[in-house]
């Protein structure tokens, strides 16, 4: 079986920063790391607890298995004997925008790894360059534009209400509530928190007022996985219906109770539209390995991906694995499969490596 080391970014400098990991998949404690906004980024905090299960749940496969927890920068020489490394790696000293520059350092040196490319990572990131390529591919997504600066009037070709969100950010950081703008004066202060406080463009999109579907991608070539939805039903009166910071993260928030994520329940032809508009997504993308698009469906069956996210995560509660597990796979299985291009790139590495 081969060797495997699972990176995931940690916390703070005083966190783990290359280190063995803990036996049998216990992680120690760390600090919770701050964003330069102020805001608690559970999300980075999660990533070294979903390290230690999937390092757990592949050494019940026979694998062996390292974790290290990467701060300022990959480790490419402590992992030139390992066969292949699981990429869980959300970014560098907490830049969740240095995720791309992290993977490309294992490109660089040559060792196989899982999960999305450097440049594919890139570009979802950027989600104007998402959206173009997408759209260039033919895949619908809302009407939309980048404002770098707060608006005077409401930007042409883009109908209320709208959802704005930063357009360089991943696991819905600057989402709440206020995000979705109804009225120009709403739009100008989402627009101003974004641009303003976080420092960043804002992407202002139509907001698809309907339900919330969520398309796995798992291996190379990408296997659709059977559809997710984002259960809304008991969210409280008057919250929109969207996917928020706090829905994700914050596990006593109403909006993380009341937002399961459940197989869905869609007629055959919706469900082949997703299908196809998932698959046609992942080529313009060059998604392999592990990948989750968000759609949104109105009450006419008509779908538009509103998010791509090239480094999903793979915690055995999340959706991704959810997803797995409807389509008969248990989450070794899942996680076997995460894997299985970079472990079959090994021998022609070592190969090249005695040459």
């Not at 619908?140 to 404002?147: E, H, N, R, S, Y």
């Not at 100008?188 to 907001?207: K, W, Y």
Request: net charge negative; hydrophobic share 45%; glycine share 8%.
């Amino acid at each position: 079986m081969p060797t495997l080391a699972v990176l995931f970014s940690a916390v703070g400098p005083t966190a783990p920063d290359a280190t063995a990991s803990a036996p049998e998949g216990s992680a120690p404690p760390t600090p919770v790391p701050v964003s330069p906004q102020g805001g608690v980024l559970l999300s980075r905090a999660d990533n070294e607890r979903v390290a230690h299960l999937v390092a757990t749940a592949l050494r019940e496969r026979g694998h062996a298995v390292h974790v290290l927890g990467v701060w300022a920068g990959v480790p490419v020489e402590r992992l030139r004997n390992v066969d292949a490394v699981v990429n869980l790696l959300e970014g560098l000293e907490g830049d969740s925008s240095r995720e791309a520059e992290a993977t490309e350092a294992l490109q660089r040196a040559g060792i196989p790894f899982s999960g999305n490319a450097a440049d594919t990572l890139g570009r979802c990131q950027r989600k104007e360059v998402c959206r173009r390529l997408l759209l260039e591919a033919g895949v619908p997504v809302p009407a939309g534009t980048v404002l770098h600066a707060v608006p005077m009037e409401w930007p042409a070709g883009v109908p209320a209400p709208v959802i704005v969100k930063p357009a360089h950010e991943d696991a819905s950081e600057g989402i709440d509530a206020r995000a979705v703008a109804r009225d120009l004066a709403g739009l100008q202060a989402a627009v101003r928190r974004v641009v303003v406080e976080m420092g960043q463009p804002a992407l202002v999109e139509q907001f698809i007022d309907g339900r919330e579907i969520t398309a796995s991608l798992l291996g190379s070539p990408p296997q659709v996985l059977p559809l997710g939805e984002i259960d809304f039903s008991t969210l409280p009166a008057g919250r929109p219906r969207i996917v928020s910071y706090a829905a994700k993260w914050c596990p006593e928030s109403d909006e993380y109770q009341c937002t399961p994520s459940v197989g869905a329940r869609l007629d055959a032809t919706v469900t082949a539209r997703i299908e196809t508009i998932a698959r046609r997504a992942a080529a313009a993308l060059k998604l392999r390995d592990v990948a989750r698009l968000d759609l949104r469906v109105d009450a006419r069956g008509g779908a538009w991906v509103i998010d791509v996210n090239p480094n999903c995560d793979l915690a055995p509660d999340a959706g991704f694995a959810k997803a797995a597990a409807r389509a008969g796979l248990s989450y070794g299985e899942m996680l076997d499969r995460v894997v299985a291009r970079a472990v079959a790139a090994r021998p022609d590495r070592r190969a090249a490596a005695s040459a």
